[in-house]
């Protein structure tokens, strides 16, 4: 097996002082740093939305962050306005090794669609590219690290997994928003799909 290190959004708007902060989210840094001389290639990803874009709760009359929505592509909860294009807040995290990725990925740039996998947007059919250039290079095994545990890295290794991967989730190196019992349901069905949680 070929292993790529994936690091799901290190980006400044979910770390402690940014727009959708999650908790720990900086503490995480120095760890997967350390973890990229392991890996035969480094994939960074980057929550890049256009302003305006539809997971803003600031986009919907009457709705406020965290709220649930009906989208034509299905539920989508709602969002504070985060990871704009080129704003300080989707930078990623000032400690990360950025020198190191191979492939800097950006997801969520279409103004009407979120995208919290790194394989396909939320209408799960339109694909990201990912999963071609993962193929392409032989990279056939994957470890997750990253932000959050379970939106944008559970549902990237559930689809990994799909996909036909070979997928662990670095539990130490990800931190989780846990919405409503989300970080349970993520980490029960990355379970069932057989992502390994090391
Ligand atoms: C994410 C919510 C909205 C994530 C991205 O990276 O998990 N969550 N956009
Ligand atoms: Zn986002």
Redesign the pocket.
């Given at each position: 097996m070929t292993r790529a290190l994936i690091v799901?959004?290190l980006?400044n708007d979910?770390c402690p002082g940014g727009a959708?902060a999650?908790a720990g989210g900086d503490d995480i840094v120095a760890g997967i740093n350390a973890q990229m001389d392991r890996a035969a290639s480094v994939v960074l990803t980057q929550?890049w939305?256009p302003a305006g874009h539809s997971?803003f709760a600031s986009q919907h009359a009457g709705r406020a962050p965290y709220d649930v929505v009906q989208m034509d592509y299905g539920a989508q909860?709602l969002?504070p306005d985060?990871?704009v294009q080129g704003s300080q807040g989707a930078a990623f995290h000032p400690g990360l090794v950025t020198e190191r990725a191979d492939l800097i990925l950006r997801k969520?740039f279409r103004v009407g669609i979120?995208s919290?996998s790194a394989f396909f947007e939320n209408d799960q059919t339109t694909p990201t590219g990912l999963d071609g250039y993962l193929r392409a290079r032989g990279l056939n095994a994957l470890d997750f690290t990253?932000?959050?545990?379970?939106?944008?890295?559970a549902?990237s290794a559930l689809d990994a997994a799909r996909l036909g991967f070979n997928v662990r989730v670095l539990m130490d190196l990800c931190r989780g928003?846990d919405l409503g019992g989300s970080m349970a349901r993520a980490l029960e069905e990355m379970r069932a799909a057989g992502v390994e949680l090391v």
């Open positions: 799901i959004d980006q979910f959708l999650v929550d939305h997971s909860v969002w985060h990871c969520g979120d919290y990253g932000l959050a545990t379970d939106f944008c890295v549902w928003i």
